[in-house]
């Protein structure tokens, strides 16, 4: 079984940069799609980024040129890279496969404030 842990969340002023890391153990993380989530409280939990097996990449309009998600194959992680990052970016994110739904993990809380 699949287990995720994300990590990198805290508290940043707008304009700035964070690095979120998620770690996947429990085998076959090259096969999967990886994609990063977000929720906001009283909100749904969206897309907001992934990653195919192979490496394309896929964004909401609403992080389009300013979030880049990336993997690395050796490591079983995936990254989510974000930058000019804006109060309404303010979420617990998550990652997952889209396809395979593992448990999900804890998430890792970012808040955007000055």
């Known amino acids: 079984q699949v287990q995720l842990v994300e990590s990198g969340g805290g508290l940043v002023q707008p304009g700035g940069s964070l690095r979120l890391s998620c770690a996947a153990s429990?085998?076959?993380?090259?096969?999967?799609?990886w994609a990063w989530f977000r929720q906001a409280p009283g909100k749904r939990r969206d897309l907001v980024a992934s990653?195919?097996?192979?490496?394309?990449?896929k964004y909401a309009d609403s992080v389009k040129g300013r979030f880049t998600t990336s993997r690395d194959n050796a490591k079983n992680t995936v990254t989510l890279q974000m930058n000019s990052l804006k109060s309404e970016d303010t979420a617990v994110y998550y990652c997952n496969s889209p396809s395979a739904r593992h448990s999900w993990g804890q998430g890792t809380q970012v808040t955007v404030s000055s």
């Open positions: 429990g085998g076959g993380f090259n096969v999967y799609d």
């Open positions: 990653i195919s097996s192979g490496g394309s990449t």
